[in-house]
């Protein structure tokens, strides 16, 4: 059982950053595979990225490639999402999820992931 709170979303002007965290509570943080994924209001859930169980692998949607970067630290049992260059299409709840072992990689899809964190919001104003 993992639990997931994630952090650091809020309002942001376009071409800024922000850093999001996701706290992870439970065991075996570094066992699993981790995502980031958001959905914007009256849209669909959508993958934005993953990280490896080891951090040496990450995977990113094509939209966000190149201006986000996922990371971990297993010591902390923490996941970041660092966003740059961000536009108002990028406003959405940002949510963090684990996927445990035996899923194919790169796990982009809604139904390979276990856990789920209640997100946190970003705003991109123009």
């Known amino acids: 059982q993992v639990q997931l709170v994630e952090s650091g979303g809020g309002l942001v002007q376009a071409g800024g950053s922000l850093r999001l965290s996701c706290a992870a509570s439970?065991?075996?943080?570094?066992?699993?595979?981790m995502g980031w994924f958001r959905q914007a209001l009256g849209n669909d859930r959508e993958f934005v990225a993953v990280?490896?169980?080891?951090?040496?692998?990450?995977f990113y949607a094509d939209s966000v490639k190149g201006r986000f970067t996922i990371s971990r630290n297993n010591a902390k049992n923490t996941l970041y999402l660092q966003l740059n260059s961000l536009n108002p299409e990028d406003t959405a709840v940002y949510h963090c999820?684990?996927?445990?072992?035996?899923?194919?990689?790169?796990?982009?899809?809604?139904?390979?992931?276990?856990?789920w964190g209640q997100g946190t919001q970003v705003t991109v104003s123009s």
């Open positions: 439970g065991r075996s943080f570094s066992s699993y595979s």
């Open positions: 999820a684990a996927s445990a072992l035996g899923s194919t990689w790169p796990q982009a899809a809604l139904h390979e992931y276990d856990y």
């Open positions: 990280i490896s169980e080891s951090g040496g692998r990450t």
